[in-house]
């Protein structure tokens, strides 16, 4: 399947009506991204149990330190359990933005983006693929800045405190993994913490809404790509969709119920100097269930310049990567993600 990159904004955002008409037996044409979503079933992911990396016993966390450290070499992906975010939560962000797709379009389009940095933006894009041929997703969107300011709609009345309540916890697991990570690599949490600038980090939330598509091979909802941050939260509504790739073959991930999957993202690939991979991933549909994704972005504050760690790069004798600021890392992948078939994280390497 060919990678895509982000074209020039023109949104769409009748694609909750298109899928829902009776008539629909076959993908518009604007739509068409032929693809082969074939991958193996996988059921033995890692999985990170978050309260004994928290735990004062010193021997469990040093097993689950070591643990996770495996899960972002080998894998890029893991399932976090005992994360201590209530079920009850986690359930109200599906039922909340649910409710914000079904609002009428009129309501929806006062967030359409007039660009990519919008900290408030919903509805569909274009995108070219490697051939340089435009199609659109099979997606609707609500992308929302929630750290260090924190945006978001004002309907439906309860959107705003769920997601609040959703990103500030999530933050705070994400600073624990990330004095985890450090722990792993060897590094002192206030490199980390200083150098990532963490305190003002930018976290990102996208809610995604898939409807059932008549064709699913003949569209896509998220082609191939990285993600730019440091971990990525993913929860979904119990409809399969994510696919990742391991050793150059696809897989569908299975996650418990209530769990997390959390993937690794490009600047913590380039902060360990190459030891924790970023994981390649997809959204494939599926023709009889509407999916629902909430995707928590966790990334260095957009003023951090990340590259290499200085004490791996001691230890490795070299840099890997070159350093970038983060916020311009963002803006690069949203505009052009891809130069000369490579992608940023690709064109990133020295």
Partial sequence: MASAEHHPFEFQTALKDLANSANLKAVPSKFNFINDSTALPCDSLPVIDFSAITAEDPDRRSQAINDLSNACQEWGLFILVNHGIPEELMNATFTATREFFSLP?????????????????????????????????????????????????????????????????????????????????????????????????????VANLYPPCPEPGKAIGLPQHTDPGLFTFLIHNGVAGLQIEHNGQWFNPVSPQNSILVNVDDQLQILSNGRYKSVKHRAVLNSEKER????????????????????LVQKDGRPLYRSMRYVEYLETQLTKSRMNGKSLLEQRMI
């Fill in 105 to 205: 379009e009129s309501e929806k389009k006062k967030y359409e983006a007039k660009s990519a940095s919008d900290p408030i933006n919903c509805g569909n894009f274009n995108v070219a693929d490697t051939s340089n041929q435009i199609f659109t997703l099979w997606r609707e969107y609500l992308k929302l800045y929630v750290h260090p300011d924190f945006h978001c709609p004002n309907k439906p009345h309860l959107l705003s405190d769920v997601l609040r309540e959703y990103s500030e916890r999530t933050l705070k697991l994400t600073r624990k993994l990330m004095e985890a990570t450090s722990d792993a690599l060897e590094l002192e949490r206030d490199y980390v913490e200083q150098v990532l600038k963490l305190d003002s980090s930018l976290q990102i939330l």
């Fill in 292 to 311: 629902i994704s909430i995707v928590v972005a966790n990334g260095p504050s957009g003023e951090a310049v990340v590259g290499p760690a200085t004490p």
